[in-house]
T-cell receptor, first 112, second 109 residues
Framework: NAGVMQNPRHLVRRRGQEARLRCSPM?????VYWYRQLPEEGLKFMVY????????ESGMPKERFSAEFPKEGPSILRIQQVVRGDSAAYFC??????????FGQGTRLTVV | EDQVTQSPEALRLQEGESSSLNCSYT??????LFWYRQDPGKGPEFLFT???AGEEKEKERLKATLTKKESFLHITAPKPEDSATYLC??????????FGKGTRLSVIA
């Protein structure tokens, strides 16, 4: 049973470009969460999705950030017009019924 | 608003020197307290879930306990491979996990 798969592992974008981060949850898991982690800081919740629905996006900036979890395919976190402050590690987690969450290895975004 | 505070921020132990990490929490109706281990450059690895005061879970040299206000992660006779950041998180209702900032543990041989 493969774990949560995130790709790419590392992503470099120039300021103003778009970043697309992908997350395939564990088999049988219908709940997906995205978190952001900055050095020396904890994991900050961004958005919680179930298939085709956004359940809670209270941690996601209103501008430039969007997320989806389509009926088929991975969950996508999209950041438009990236700025240097978007540089961080982005983690995806999945859970079967809102219990413990299992994390992927993350995507490290660097904006230059 | 759910809050989690972990202490100490960093802990340095000699190999074999047992100690405990603390996680204090404030939630409106605890639906689970979770411990994770995170190695540098990696994603958090799930360790334990605790649901009610008095509950204990063990895995190798680690033992997690829970009271109504805090949880402890006890590390018995640690080894250098136990060096990592240990994260505590809580859930209330159907909400996402809220994490503390973690305790960075270094075990010196």
């Amino acid at each position: 049973n493969a774990g949560v798969m995130q790709n790419p592992r590392h992503l470099v974008r120039r300021r103003g470009q778009e970043a697309r981060l992908r997350c395939s949850p564990m088999k049988g898991h219908s709940h997906v969460y995205w978190y952001r982690q900055l050095p020396e800081e904890g994991l900050k919740f961004m958005v919680y999705l179930q298939k085709e629905n956004i359940i809670d996006e209270s941690g996601m900036p209103k501008e430039r950030f969007s997320a989806e979890f389509p009926k088929e395919g991975p969950s996508i976190l999209r950041i438009q017009q990236v700025v240097r402050g978007d540089s961080a590690a982005y983690f995806c987690a999945s859970s079967p019924q809102g219990s413990e969450a299992f994390f992927g290895q993350g995507t490290r975004l660097t904006v230059v | 608003e759910d809050q989690v505070t972990q202490s100490p921020e960093a802990l340095r132990l000699q190999e074999g020197e047992s100690s405990s990490l603390n996680c204090s929490y404030t939630v409106s109706g605890l639906r689970g307290l979770f411990w994770y281990r995170q190695d540098p450059g990696k994603g958090p690895e799930f360790l334990f879930t605790l649901y009610s005061a008095g509950e204990e879970k063990e895995k190798e040299r680690l033992k997690a306990t829970l009271t109504k206000k805090e949880s402890f992660l006890h590390i018995t006779a640690p080894k250098p491979e136990d060096s990592a950041t240990y994260l505590c998180a809580v859930r209330s209702g159907n909400t996402p996990l809220v994490f503390g900032k973690g305790t960075r543990l270094s075990v010196i041989a």
